[in-house]
């Protein structure tokens, strides 16, 4: 399969690409390809290429897609942006949906899919994940990971940052921990912004006409104080894969 092509985008924001999609299979496919590549590129490099998954309709794309890529899965290591502490088996755990629609059908090594502790307390939990992250993931002080895919909401949140939260401004923690989430449930551990932009590549994936406005804000650089506008990875890719009603204002 060719490799995924790209549009700069006309405002040349940033160093962000922009990949519009048409309908699902096709967004889906687009974004799998990419991270099949960019995994073959870093494994040929390293030895190991080190990702960290979203939630979310995020969730949904990597289920559905990953599956049908050629990728050297036992040098894939899979770690969470964020995860709600509720568990395993709550229908509202990322890790449960990964292990339920991804694990039994590539052949990645149970141990090289690095889970969240959320049997424990909200600080301990993050705390406990920042060293997982820096013993998984290459880089001192800060790791960086191969690839972070995010996703964007509608009130233009990222990972578990949202607007107008403390953690936004957090730069000592890499890995921080929220109890008063907008959004339900309440309490989860979050990837903050120092790790999120020494990221090799962030793919963005946003879908969905209600998430147009924030979208257009974002790429016109009308509004750079919401979440999603603060990824600006320092020396790294960023990719939009949008489908037509996010990109419909564009």
């Not at 509202?92 to 141990?111: D, F, M, Q």
Request: proline content about 7%; hydrophobic content about 40%.
């Amino acid at each position: 399969m060719a490799s995924v092509n790209f549009q700069k985008s006309s405002k040349n924001f940033r160093n962000d690409f922009l990949h519009i999609s048409q309908n699902e299979a096709e967004l889906v496919d687009s974004i799998c390809q990419l991270i099949a590549e960019k995994a073959a590129e870093r494994i040929d490099k390293s030895q190991k290429f080190t990702i960290g998954v979203s939630g979310g309709s995020a969730a949904k794309f990597l289920c559905k897609g990953l599956v049908g890529k050629t990728i050297d899965w036992p040098k894939v290591h899979i770690l969470f942006c964020d995860e709600r502490l509720v568990p395993e088996s709550d229908p509202e755990s990322t890790y449960g949906y990964y292990r339920s629609n991804l694990g039994p059908k590539v052949p990645i090594p149970a141990e090289n899919i690095h889970i969240v502790d959320t049997a424990l307390e909200p600080d301990q939990a993050a705390s406990a994940y920042q060293q997982v992250v820096k013993q998984v993931v290459d880089g001192d002080p800060i790791p960086r990971f191969d690839m972070l895919v995010l996703g964007m909401g509608p009130d233009g949140h990222t990972a578990s940052l949202f607007p107008n939260h403390r953690l936004l401004n957090e730069e000592k923690q890499l890995v921080a921990s929220i109890t008063d989430s907008p959004k339900l449930p309440p309490c989860r551990v979050t990837l903050t912004f120092p790790v999120i932009n020494n990221a090799r590549v962030v793919v963005f994936i946003c879908t969905g006409k209600e998430k147009a406005e924030n979208l257009k804000a974002i790429i016109n650089l009308d509004n750079q104080d919401l979440p999603s506008a603060r990824v600006k990875p320092t020396t790294g890719e960023l990719c939009w894969f949008l489908d037509s009603g996010a990109a419909s204002l564009l």
